[in-house]
């Protein structure tokens, strides 16, 4: 008789990292359990195709009593806080519930875990942005000093984690992921948003892709290469923090080369155009992570480059269309 099943908890099951992690933890014999918000419509886009295998579970990182049920439901041994506002745009125009979700959220799920009683580990989604202004590569000593009200509250939610963990002696673990994009990513962010208009371009769907700030860096990474990373945090004897990177920092134009490439253009300058309606009170103008950390104590690296994601995800929206099945 085989080892008892292991259980985890994913909060933000519903988003882009969400389904890649319940994909790999089922991989791996693990029960998974995803929490959700109850909503008129149900919008289960990246994990529809694991509804037979995960069971869902009714919460809201705003309400405190809720995340014990969830906690009592599904009884895990690991839950892995993937759930916030995660758009930084938009976190100028909601800064109030981008504070609640995306900070207090994480330490309404360390109380219920401590409530709990039982040892649970935890897993912090943390991230690039908390580093905001900088010019080197960060890793896990770089000051952090945030440039939206999202890192401000992942800044939060980040401390409150590692403050638990000395506090009361859990099993903590942040992983500061920097951008990690895939064919799953939300429309909104700058990555999807070109390869799907490259699609709809090709198509003669769409005319052009209208942009924001241009002079951007970033060190992109694939999204099921990340996940990975997350669960290896928690199979270690002890909890730390780790960034999660693939050490190479691209331009925004490199990504347009590469996305406007699979289309066979070259010259994609007619086909961009920048609008300062996409600009942000502040920006993030480069960010680049050195994973050597990770690489030693948990043995991660990065499979999958740049270009080898970009073609995936224009083959993606480009068949998305053809099959005209969704259009998200
Ligand atoms: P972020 O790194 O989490 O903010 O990921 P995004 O994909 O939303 O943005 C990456 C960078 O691209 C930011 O510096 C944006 O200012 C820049 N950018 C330029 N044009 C756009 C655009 O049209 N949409 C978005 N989302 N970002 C843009």
Same mark, same amino acid.
């Given at each position: 008789?085989? !080892? ?27 029960? @998974? ?11 289960? @886009? ?11 579970? +009714? ?35 909601? /800064?109030? $519930? ?36 900088? !010019? $080197? ?8 000093? /945030?440039?939206?009200?999202?890192? @401000? ?9 590692? +403050? ?70 928690? $199979? ?20 347009? +080369? ?17 609008? /300062? ?18 690489? !030693? ?32």
């Amino acid at each position: 008789i085989g !080892e008892k099943m292991k259980r985890a908890l994913i909060t933000g099951i519903n988003g882009q990292d969400g389904g890649y992690l319940a994909e790999f933890l089922l991989d791996k014999g693990y029960e @998974v359990f995803g929490m959700e918000r109850r909503s008129s419509t149900k919008i289960r @886009v990246n994990c529809q195709h694991l509804e037979d295998k995960i069971t869902f579970v +009714n919460g809201d990182l705003t309400d405190q009593n809720s995340l014990m049920r969830c906690l009592k439901e599904s009884d895990p041994d690991e839950v892995y806080n993937l759930a916030s506002q995660s758009f930084v745009g938009e976190s100028w125009n909601t /800064p109030e $519930q981008t504070g609640d979700v995306t900070g207090m959220g994480a330490l309404r799920m360390l109380e219920a875990i401590r409530e709990y009683g039982k040892e649970v580990k935890f897993y912090q989604a943390s991230t690039s942005e908390m580093f905001g202004r900088m !010019e $080197q590569y960060a890793n896990e000593d770089t000051l952090f000093y /945030p440039r939206s009200p999202y890192g @401000v509250a992942k800044l939060y939610a980040h401390w409150i984690t590692v +403050n638990y963990r000395e506090s009361y002696d859990m099993f903590n673990c942040c992983g500061i992921l920097f951008n990690h994009e895939s064919e799953r990513r939300g429309i909104e962010f700058v990555t999807r948003k070109i390869t799907d208009a490259v699609a709809r371009i090709h198509l003669g769907l769409q005319d052009k892709v209208i942009l924001g700030n241009l002079d951007i860096k970033r060190d992109w990474g694939y999204a099921p290469d990340y996940v990975e990373a997350m669960w290896l945090m928690l $199979q270690q004897d002890e909890p730390d923090d780790y960034v999660i990177a693939t050490g190479k920092f691209h331009t925004l134009e490199d990504f347009l +080369n590469h996305s406007f490439k699979h289309i066979g253009v070259t010259d994609w300058s007619k086909y961009v155009e920048q609008n /300062p309606k996409f600009m942000r009170p502040a920006d993030v103008f480069y960010l680049a992570g050195d994973a050597t950390k990770a690489k !030693e104590k948990l043995g991660w690296k990065p499979r999958t480059s740049l270009s080898e994601m970009v073609d995936r995800m224009v083959k993606n929206d480009i068949k998305k269309y053809h099959e005209k099945s969704v259009y998200y």
